[in-house]
Every structure is written in structure tokens, then in C-alpha cells.
């Protein structure tokens, strides 16, 4: 068999393996009193027009079309739903022919890096990021090349990426809300990476394309502003999920849309289409295609998982550890009080807090706090981190 | 960009021309009046325990579990449902920890070859052939070897095969009931396949694997038996979809069984986790999943089908027309009068019958006449193949 695909099926993800003890954790003390921050899995429920349009779409009276193939790309008035959302929210130049329906965001990236690269390419990405991104860029033949964010902010270091950026540069990779540290790339980040990439493709005599992996646009707190990646670079595309903002991460539907002003948009939109095929996608999920078009723009109750982050945030803070201020997604980054992340993951466990090492993400010396769980377990947990922390004499 | 990608998204599939011209010419001359035959979307309805299902599931209270992530290979209860269906009829062996649930049929092939092959391996299958098994190949690194099969059955031509299996044989891809030809492979093809497959495994030292592609299984007419593959050849795996059984297409939903009895079986189904894992795949779509579990072994009502076959065939054999029985599927593959099959399929045009050549499944002189359509249609379509035959003096 292959042995790249062995590998990558056996070796469980740590993630996986802290939320399999959870579950094993639960049955000898109770599940009130195993306090599990390991899934990325939305605790919110899906917004109420999920439950109407579906009861609505299972009555039409063409079953047959409701649940048959639609053309490779996604169903044309999806796509019209979807191209006029974003030119009324982000950027006027959005057209349904360069949306391409996806199942998911994991599918989003995989068959736009596969559209992309060639054998031999580098993909740029900044630490910390999702574990998967060195999954999906060696699918498409590339090495993902991490770059360190800026210690304090997790805002990118510009230093370190001018010197990563060269002649196998095919694409830079963001992802802002961060999976894990709750970053949002503010203006002037995007625009700074803007002008760099501008420069590094001239530089280099290539393009250098952009692709903004952004599952948590809708989840963020206190009017912070998302930057659109397509106003501020032309060769851009934008990777999109439904997972998170309408709490579907199971149903995997998504979309890839790419910049009509790029130089060979069509071309490169025809790629995507092409490694669509080639990966074996042969369209979106049809019912929930439909189900998006009609929930266009709307979102579960965020405001949860804002709570949910200030009483954290405050009480972690109060407790003597430190994080960069997450002011999107569901997660929350913390500093170890001592460098060993799993070693302090080991001892977090004693107080039965299950938390997931860094190191995966691509940063010793963190440990990632996934808050889309219920309040009422937060606030239990909160003594157990009050304990962790006097282990540390914090 | 990436050409190969670019290639497979900007060459047009003959069926999606076909599909288009009809749909241009239905707005000249009205839909009642184009026979299209060109695809392979059924035409009748899911049966009633889809929309049962569905109207149940949604009320579910716990809408984030609903929609939730799935473990990768799939939801435990639903493998658990499709492994105790496959036991009850196929398969004593069969275990929900050698069920992997996929996107359908596409992802199934593309997610076992990659599991299965190397670089430079190559996978055997059987002319006609589904046209997109080259592209499945080619993104598991391999290269698709077509063999001819014998013209007065579509059987396996067992000498061709033998002279094309060698060091480089990964695996043998069947398709039966087949598209586009209808044949279905009797025990006694299937007992001599396994035959050859074992003698050629042991002559070139390394296991030749057997894929089956069933999205059919269910569509066979008149009491045929569809051998199932696990019982006659031991290093097989079962590629499934209910696309076609449940009239689903559209919703992507099928699975993966890997023979537990191979030797090193369970390191293949990690192989098959890893692949899914490499391709994009999260987990199937999870409303779904839920949804097969409760509908496993019911189908729409394929007699419709039948009743297609039967009135299509008696008529174009009375026309002087040439095809081999189909038993299954919703395929004829008839033998063109001339022997180039595009321009007898411009001159089917002529008459408003939309007809795809055979050149894209790997046999020259050949039509593939899609019967998956209203019953009406087939009745309004069979004075324009009168006209046809007699164009050619039949």
C-alpha cells in the first residue's frame, strides 16, 4: 500500500488522542467533571433558519432535483446567492463564475493548492497555524514553509517572511480569526503583506498568490474588522466553510472563490474546477447547497462564545498566566509557565482540564483552549485552572 | 498554475457537451421534443423513507449533534448498520472497523487507489469503462491500463488480461453492473477473475488487489445475481455509493469495505484513513450518514428501469439495431452502424436523439444510450430511432 497514506491514517492526531482519554475520563468520574477543551466542534446551535429551510427544501415537490447532481461547480442560483453576499459585505467584483462550491473547508484548501502547485513548490504559512496545512500543501506537491509570528502580537513578522519568500514561492497561506491563537490580521498587517507579496512576485518573476482560509470571518467580538483579502491583493483567493459561523462542520460544505481581477482568473478558476475532479469531488453536497443559498449572511448566536472567551480570558489572566488577546474564532493561545507544553498538558490533566500542546500548530511553549463549550462548564472549570496555575506558584 | 489541474477543468467532457446542446435545443423546438439520453442522473424518485428520514432527523433536539463532525471513517451506528446489512447478505465477515464512509462514489475510487498505489503502479480495468477512472488513477500516482473485453458479451476476456498483468499490477477495477454497457459479471467471470488474480500475485510476488465499483448493485433486472467480490477473491475492497439505489446523487454519500480477511487488512484501512485524510476528506456528510443507516437496503422502484430496458431494446433490436443485453444498471451500449461513433451521433442529432459516442469509455464504434429517463420520453423517442435505422438501411 502506500506508505505516505499509511502514515497519515496511523498516526492519530494529539488532538484526537486527548479527546478519546475525555471520553474514557468521563465514564470513571462523570462527564460534568471532565473539563474538555480539545475539539474545534461548535457548542452553539445552528442559527434557526437551518431547521425551517430544510423542513421547507424536504417538502418541494422535485425530489429528484433536490438531491441530483448539480453542475461541478455548484448550483448557479447558490452561486448567485453567494457572489451577491459578498459583493454587498466585501468586494463589488464577487461573480458566481468564479465560485466554485466545495465540501468543506479541508476540501476548499486542498483543491485550491492542488489548482496552484506544481511538484516542487513552496507554500508560505505563519506559526501557529492548523495542524492539516502540511497534510493539504504535500497533497499538492508542495513543502509548507512556516514563518514565526511576532511573539507579542501573532501579527506576521515581516522580517522573517521577506526571508523565506523566494523563487519556489508559489503561495502564502492565511488564516485570520486564527485556528489556534484567535488573531485577526488588522489592516494594516494585510495591507503591509500586500505590498511584500507585490514586491516578492516582481523580485522573483512569478506570481505569488494569496489564499486566505477564513472559516472564522463571522466569529468575532467587539466590532473587530475582518480585512477582505481581495481588496488589498489582486491575485487572491478566498477559501470559505459554513462549519463554523452556521454550526455545520459535519454537513461540509463550503466555497472557493477566486478573484475575477487576478491576471488568467479564468484560467485559474478552471484549475480549481480540474482539481476538483481530480480529487475526487464531484459536487457539493446538493441539499445543504441549497440550504446555504437561503441562509445567506446569517449566523449562530456568536455571543456565546464571547462570553464564553471574557470569563476565560479574565480568569486566566487573574490566575497569573498570559495569552495574546483572541479577538476572533474560539480559541484561546496560552503561554506555558514552562517550556514543555505537553509536560504541562500532563499536569493540567491531573485537574482533569484537557488542553491541546502547541507544538502540532507549529509553536513550542503554548497550549491551545478550545471555548466553544458550554458556559456552565467553563464556569466549572475555572477552579481546576486556579489549582494549575498554584502548581506554578503564578 | 497547475496544468494538469488546468487540463481536466478546461477540456469539457463529450456528456456535458451533449447535456448542453440539448438543453439550447429544448429552448428552440421544446423539452417534450429532444431525447436526451446523454446522462446518467436517475430519473426516478428516492424511495419514501428518504423524506421520512429526513423530516425525523431534523427534529432531533440535539441540532449540533446532528450536524456535528463524524469520527473520519464515519458515524459508529451508521458503519455499524451497513456492516450488519452487508453480513446479512453478502458477507458474513464484514465489520463496521473495515467501513469507511465516504463522498460518494468518486471518493470512494479516489480515496482506495491512493491508498493502494505508488507511483508508477498501474491499475487494471475492463473496456467500456467509466470514463473518469483514468483521472482516479493518475491522482494516485498510477497509470489506468484498459483491456478490451470480449465484443459478444462484454464478459472478461481472460487472454487479454493475462497479457497486460505484471510487475507493475496494483490492482484490477471492475464495475459491474457496468456503465456504460449494462453487463453484469456472472460467478462464473467472477471465479475465474479471483483465479487469475491469485496466480498472478503469486508469478509476480507482490498482491494484486481487486477494487469493485458498485454504485449499481442494486439496478439489475430479471433475478440476476451481482457476485459479490469479497467471497471469490480475498485482497478485495468494495467501493459503494447510494448515488444511484437511493436516487441521491447529488448528496455524495457512499462507503469503502475493506475485506477484513486480506492479510495486513487493517494497515489498509488505515491507508484508506490516510488517504481520505490527504484528499480533503473530513467525514462524509454527516445529516447523511445518519440518513443510509435508516434506509440501509431499501432502494427507489428500479422496475421503472426495467420497464425502460425492456421497451427500448425490443424496439431498436426490431430497428435492426445491435447491443448486448444490459442486466443492470440504466445503460444500453449499442453498436453504431458506421464505425465512427461521433458521426453517427451528429446524425442521431438530426432527429433530436442526444447519444454518447463510446470513444470516452475505451470502445471505438459504440453509443451509450442513457434509459434513465421518464418512461413518456422513451415512447415519444422511438419513431426518430425508426428514422435513424432506416438512414442506414437497416
Known amino acids: 500500500m502506500n506508505q505516505r497514506m499509511y502514515q497519515l491514517g496511523s498516526k492519530r492526531s494529539v488532538i484526537r488522542e486527548i479527546f478519546e482519554f475525555g471520553k474514557t475520563r468521563a465514564q470513571e468520574i462523570g462527564a460534568e467533571n471532565v473539563y474538555d477543551f480539545s475539539l474545534g466542534n461548535p457548542s452553539v446551535e445552528p442559527p434557526a433558519c437551518v431547521k425551517d429551510t430544510l423542513l421547507k427544501l424536504i417538502e418541494e415537490p422535485d425530489q429528484t432535483a433536490l438531491h441530483g447532481y448539480t453542475s461541478a461547480q455548484g448550483d448557479l442560483f447558490v452561486r448567485r446567492a453567494i457572489a451577491s453576499h459578498i459583493r454587498g459585505n466585501y468586494d463589488e467584483n464577487a461573480d458566481e463564475n468564479y465560485i466554485y462550491m466545495t465540501v468543506g473547508a479541508a476540501a476548499s484548501l486542498t483543491i485550491t493548492l492542488s489548482a496552484l502547485c506544481e511538484e516542487g513548490d513552496e507554500v508560505v504559512t505563519f506559526a501557529p497555524y492548523f495542524t492539516e496545512y502540511k497534510v493539504f500543501a504535500e497533497t499538492a506537491g508542495a513543502r509548507l514553509v512556516a514563518v514565526e509570528s511576532d511573539p507579542d502580537t501573532f501579527q506576521i513578522d515581516f522580517e522573517k517572511l521577506e526571508a523565506v519568500l523566494g523563487k519556489n514561492t508559489r503561495a502564502v497561506l492565511v488564516n485570520s480569526p486564527n485556528n489556534p491563537s484567535g488573531v485577526v490580521y488588522n489592516r494594516e ?33 467587539g466590532g473587530v474588522e475582518v480585512p477582505y483579502i481581495t481588496k488589498f491583493y489582486t491575485p487572491s483567493i478566498v477559501c470559505y466553510s459554513y462549519s463554523k459561523s452556521l454550526s455545520l462542520p459535519g454537513e461540509r460544505i463550503g466555497y472557493i472563490y477566486v478573484n475575477p481581477k487576478t491576471e488568467g482568473a479564468k484560467e485559474l478558476y ?40 471574557d470569563t476565560l480570558l479574565n480568569h486566566l489572566t487573574k490566575c497569573g498566566f498570559s495569552c495574546v488577546r483572541p479577538d476572533g474564532a474560539f480559541y484561546l493561545f496560552m503561554k506555558t509557565p514552562e517550556p514543555d507544553a505537553s509536560a504541562f498538558c500532563e499536569r493540567a490533566k491531573k485537574y482533569d482540564l484537557l488542553l491541546v500542546p502547541g507544538d502540532d500548530f507549529g509553536c513550542k511553549g503554548y497550549v491551545r483552549i478550545a471555548y466553544c463549550v458550554s458556559p456552565d462548564m467553563i464556569a466549572r ?3 481546576a485552572f486556579e489549582k494549575l496555575a498554584k502548581e506554578y506558584s503564578l
Chains 1, 2 share one sequence.
Open 189 to 221: 498587517t494585510v495591507a503591509r503583506l500586500a505590498e511584500t507579496l507585490e514586491k516578492a512576485s516582481e523580485k522573483f518573476g512569478h506570481t505569488i498568490y494569496l489564499v486566505s482560509d477564513e472559516p472564522y470571518r463571522e466569529l468575532v467580538y
Open 381 to 383: 472549570a475555572l477552579p
Open 270 to 309: 478552471l484549475a480549481v474546477c480540474g482539481a476538483g475532479r481530480a480529487l475526487g469531488y464531484v459536487c457539493a453536497p446538493s441539499l445543504f447547497q441549497k440550504l446555504v443559498a437561503r441562509c445567506v449572511g446569517k449566523t449562530s448566536d456568536v455571543s456565546v462564545y464571547r462570553k464564553n472567551r
